[in-house]
């Protein structure tokens, strides 16, 4: 069973090896989409790198996992999951996916440390709370000696910390 610390704050400013890019399907291509979310925000801050090479995947599986480097981030690396529908929506299913995934990756990868948004309660229009029992529930039955936070995204609250 992985330990998870749930932090209201920034993916960005987490201090781990490699966070998580709740993404969609790789399909459209990145330059065409208006940068929004945790997406908008690595553009921002960390560059176009990371989706430029991630436009080299191709299609990615709904719920699948791809890696590539975090750009100007100074994380190791950053895992882009494919949490969402040809029609922009997440679901039980395809977050459980997202989370399998992306953790497999990370430990195949060898990363001790990982930070996930709360997939699908963006763009994904699925309920906050909802993906935070679901992303809990998947990452309790992972049994990994991996550091895990879910980070609960708070404009204006500082960073603060519960165990969970």
């Known amino acids: 069973m992985s330990a998870i610390t749930m932090v209201h704050g920034d993916l960005l400013d987490q201090d781990v090896e490699v966070i998580v890019n709740a993404w969609n399907r790789n399909i459209i291509p990145w330059w065409l989409l208006l940068p929004q979310g945790v997406s908008g925000a690595i553009k921002r801050r960390g560059g176009l790198a990371p989706f430029k090479e991630l436009a ?27 949490g969402i529908n040809m029609l922009w929506r997440a679901s039980d299913w ?17 990363f001790q440390s990982i930070a996930f948004p709360l997939i699908g309660a963006g763009s994904g229009g699925f309920n906050q709370e909802r993906a935070r029992a679901i992303m809990e529930d998947e990452l309790g039955k992972i049994d990994s000696p991996m550091e895990v936070r879910l980070v609960v995204f708070e404009i204006g609250r500082a960073s603060c910390r519960e165990r969970v």
């Open 56 to 82: 080299k995947q191709g299609s990615i599986p709904l719920g699948g996992a791809v890696l590539t480097s975090a750009g100007r981030l100074p994380f190791k690396a950053i895992i882009h999951v494919a």
């Open 94 to 110: 395809s977050i459980r996916q997202c989370v399998r995934n992306a953790m497999a990756l990370a430990h195949e990868k060898g």
